[in-house]
């Protein structure tokens, strides 16, 4: 993995990990940390080696969002042709599980990143907010999509036209995340969840991935269909006959990703 300048990347066995890493600003999503965000998932969706991916900040801070100092005299054109919004769509992209570790802020576009992946573990100090009303702007990376097919149209009102934030207990009550641990623990637990999945079955858990992100685009019906052809593309796979085989000799499969 090489050098970047705004995150720190760290492999544990099957799980890679991006520390986000611009403390000054408040971990601040400028376009240049998001482009080395996206260039080290990426390069993980392609290896072999790697099951799962995390990201995180620091104990105080997931993100308080995008550069606000870079967005002050933006014009819509410069909005419109920002590379922000297509880094943001092609983390939706990684065929690979991405849990997000959150402690402290995960503001605007921080929180927006958090809910871009596939699961949130959180610190006890975890805060969730779409802020920017009080920027007199609206969230523009899936806030109002994503956060109010999770928590609803009423409490996701709230959160955008009047700043309301959520702590992390409220976050778990409304569904926002998978849980909820102490700050010593958050970021340890999230990578277990994630070594977890890494040593499942590699095209089952993809497969997997995409059936439950299709459920947000599509209709039942079509959802059901597409669920179905994934589940029976999966019994072309050795992994379905060397799991079914195992379960029946009572020992523990050996994935292959084939
Ligand atoms: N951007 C730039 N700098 C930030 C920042 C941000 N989002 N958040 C904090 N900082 C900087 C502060 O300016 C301050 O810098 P210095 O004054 O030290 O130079 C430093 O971080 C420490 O911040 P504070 O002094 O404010 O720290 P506090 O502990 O007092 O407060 C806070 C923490 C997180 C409550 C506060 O910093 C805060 O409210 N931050 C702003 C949160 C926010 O409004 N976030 C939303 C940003 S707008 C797009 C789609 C989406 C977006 C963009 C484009 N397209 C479709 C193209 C997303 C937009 C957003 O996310």
Known sequence: MKA????RTEVHG????VRLNNPKALNALTPDL???????????DRDPDIG???????????????DIRSMVQATPVDMLLSAYIDLFDRIGKLSKPVIAAVSGWALG???????????IVASEKAVFGQPEINLGIIPGAGGTQRLTRTVGKYLAMEMVLNDRRLTAEEAARFGLVNRVVPVERYLEEALELARQIAQRAPIAVRLGKEAVQFALESSLENGLRHERRLFYLLFATEDQKEGMTAFLEK????WKGR
């Open 4 to 7: 970047y300048q705004w995150i």
């Open 14 to 17: 099957p799980v890679g990990l």
């Open 34 to 44: 998001m482009r080395e965000l996206v260039d080290a998932l990426e390069t993980w």
């Open 52 to 66: 799962a991916m995390v990201i995180t900040g620091n104990e105080k801070v997931f993100a308080a969002g995008a």
């Open 109 to 119: 576009g921080g929180f927006e990143l958090a809910m871009a992946c596939d699961m």
């Open 251 to 254: 020992r523990k499969p050996e």
